[in-house]
T-cell receptor
Framework: QKEVEQDPGPLSVPEGAIVSLNCTYS??????FMWYRQYSRKGPELLMY????GNKEDGRFTAQVDKSSKYISLFIRDSQPSDSATYLC??????????FGKGTRLSVIA | ETGVTQTPRHLVMGMTNKKSLKCEQH?????MYWYKQSAKKPLELMFV???????ENNSVPSRFSPECPNSSHLFLHLHTLQPEDSALYLC???????????????FGPGTRLLVL
């Protein structure tokens, strides 16, 4: 079983929809959780960074962590065509390198 | 701008060439990484440097040679590459403290490499 599982998609939604992106993980030692957005041919950019279980909101984005279920989510409200990108979840334990999911490709159709 | 810069942004090289990729971070971080990202494939961690010391080398062929002269700069020296080495090469940095990251990881924009 991989340490981090993420459905690669592709996921296609109409403009204005609520998007839900998810990752599951197997190692309860993971402490910090991130979501990155990567546009085609660009480096990943950090969207959200959370530590504890619960929700963290930033504009149209909400990150949710459920450590008991080993499940994290990213919600995008009022999705826009500019949100079309690959979304990578990542998590870290201690001082070791981040472990990334494979990324979910999202297309928001106008 | 994330505070991590990479040069060049694009590079085309022949299989017999020698070239170097450069990464610089302006964030005061103490760890830097090289990743490879091939088309439609996940990120592959190549090298890890903590406090200028290489702590991981994930079975990377010797035609890739990293160098970290100080905590702000990281190089990836390339020689006799193969066409399958064509990819986006990403640099990243992070600040670790005793029990985990004090600040999370930021990526540079990447160098898109084409080996002919």
């Amino acid at each position: 079983q991989k340490e981090v599982e993420q459905d690669p998609g592709p996921l296609s939604v109409p403009e204005g929809a609520i998007v839900s992106l998810n990752c599951t993980y197997s190692n309860s030692a993971f402490q910090y959780f991130m979501w990155y957005r990567q546009y085609s041919r660009k480096g990943p950019e950090l969207l959200m960074y959370t530590y504890s279980s619960g929700n963290k909101e930033d504009g149209r984005f909400t990150a949710q962590v459920d450590k008991s279920s080993k499940y994290i989510s990213l919600f995008i409200r009022d999705s826009q065509p500019s949100d079309s990108a690959t979304y990578l979840c990542a998590m870290i334990k201690g001082n070791t390198p981040l472990v990334f999911g494979k990324g979910t490709r999202l297309s928001v159709i106008a | 701008e994330t505070g991590v810069t990479q040069t060049p942004r694009h590079l085309v090289m022949g299989m017999t060439n020698k070239k170097s990729l450069k990464c610089e971070q302006h964030l005061g971080h103490n760890a830097m990484y090289w990743y490879k990202q091939s088309a439609k494939k996940p990120l592959e961690l190549m090298f890890v440097y903590n406090f200028k010391e290489q702590t991981e080398n994930n079975s990377v062929p010797s035609r890739f040679s990293p160098e970290c002269p100080n905590s702000s700069h990281l190089f990836l020296h390339l020689h006799t590459l193969q066409p399958e080495d064509s990819a986006l090469y990403l640099c990243a940095s992070i600040q670790y403290s005793g029990g985990g990251p004090r600040e999370t990881q930021y990526f540079g924009p990447g160098t898109r490499l084409l080996v002919l």
